[in-house]
């Protein structure tokens, strides 16, 4: 995407183009703008500290790089670590990635990766819910 025209779509947001450069997601050459390889997106976070993947590109963008054939990556490491903690919006960002990648490796890297923190999520334990002091006070108003 050339410059002037990444430009007009972030127009009225907070975001500039560069900070898509700085955070990796792309790299402009010519005033023009190419996404980043998943592949090597992944690959350069490999033995890279997970607390630090916070944002939720970057977390898709791992676990579709790792799900791409040959990366040599495991893609359940990454959600088994104990400082990984998903973002919210991980799974529908797979979800859509799935549905509207730029080519078929990129799709199928990402339904590998929707299917693997699928499986993931189920095998997780229910997280326990703190309960209210106030749940009973509804029944004494009566």
């Not at 792309?26 to 916070?54: D, I, M, Y």
Request: charged content about 25%.
């Amino acid at each position: 995407m050339k410059r002037d025209q990444l430009q007009k779509f972030l127009k009225g947001s907070i975001t500039t183009p560069d900070e898509f450069v700085q955070r990796g997601w792309c790299s402009e050459k010519n005033k023009v703008f190419t996404r980043t390889n998943p592949l090597k997106f992944a690959q350069e976070w490999s033995g890279k500290h997970r607390r630090r993947l916070t944002s939720d590109l970057d977390q898709a963008l791992v676990q579709i790089g790792a799900c791409f054939d040959g990366s040599g990556i495991n893609a359940s490491d990454t959600l088994k670590n104990e400082n990984f903690k998903p973002h919210v919006a991980l799974k529908p960002l797979l979800e859509w990635l799935h549905r509207n990648g730029p080519d078929q490796p990129f799709r199928n890297a990402a339904s590998r990766a929707l299917s693997i923190y699928k499986s993931w999520q189920s095998s997780q334990a229910p997280k326990p819910v703190q309960g209210s002091l106030f749940d009973d006070d509804e029944e004494y108003m009566r």
